[in-house]
């Protein structure tokens, strides 16, 4: 079965600095990557993910992530931190495409000014 | 894109009784949904899977007779709290699968308290 685990409940950086959220997945087959935010009170918005193809994904919002299989990592980064992207960040897997998603505990990321 | 209307937003109830909750895909039809559940300060865990024209799939340790799913058609999956307790407050969010290269759609979540 597949799992995640995101590193750090809470991450907290100044505006301008750079963001790195850590992602470690365990799967059995290749497997599809995803980054979600939200925001309080909200649903789910998509990042980005990875399916195939280039392990350099960017996505919305200036954000990007490298899958690295050797690693089993998927680890997602801003060259910039603004305010607004002030959230809860989840990373999650799943085994094929359509299936049910597996999620991280989530990542709290604070912006300081 | 594809986008998941799910209704209400949040809803204050009694113990004892019932909350349905609706999620409609707008522009596309969904065959499968996903339903998840949030507890305050946590990640989603999966309780169901409701499939159009079958039984739903439930997750280990999630009661079947408590949370009553039903996909009624291909546009339309619902969630039914039965018997609602304080415990069973929490912020429930639906998903629909991805079509075609989009990623999976979520609902706006609902945010549940019984009193």
């Known amino acids: 079965a597949q799992s995640v685990t995101q590193l750090g409940s809470h991450v907290s950086v100044s505006e301008g600095a750079l963001v790195l959220l850590r992602c470690n997945y365990s799967?059995?087959?290749?497997?599809?990557l995803f980054w979600y935010v939200q925001y309080p009170n909200q649903g789910l918005q998509l990042l980005l993910k990875y399916t195939t193809g280039a392990t350099l994904v960017k996505g919305i919002n200036g954000f990007e992530a490298e899958f690295k299989k050797s690693e089993t990592s998927f680890h997602l980064t801003k060259p910039s931190a603004h305010m607004s992207d002030a959230a809860e960040y989840f990373c999650a897997v799943s085994e094929r495409r359509a299936q049910k998603l597996v999620f991280g505990q989530g990542t709290r990321l604070t912006i300081n000014p | 894109g594809a986008v998941v209307s799910q209704h209400p937003s949040w809803v204050i109830c009694k113990s004892g009784t019932s909350v349905k909750i609706e999620c409609r895909s707008l522009?596309?039809?969904?065959?499968?949904m996903f339903w998840y559940r949030q507890f305050p300060k946590q990640s989603l865990m999966l309780m169901a899977t409701s499939n159009e024209g079958s039984k739903a799939t439930y997750e280990q340790g999630v009661e079947k007779d408590k949370f009553l799913i039903n996909h009624a058609s291909l546009t339309l999956s619902t969630l039914t709290v039965t018997s609602a307790h304080p415990e069973d407050s929490s912020f429930y969010i639906c998903?629909?699968?991805?079509?075609?290269?989009?990623?999976?759609?979520f609902g706006s979540g609902t945010r549940l308290t019984v009193v």
């Open positions: 522009d596309f039809q969904a065959t499968t």
């Open positions: 998903s629909a699968p991805p079509a075609g290269t989009d990623g999976y759609t």
């Open positions: 799967s059995s087959v290749p497997p599809y």
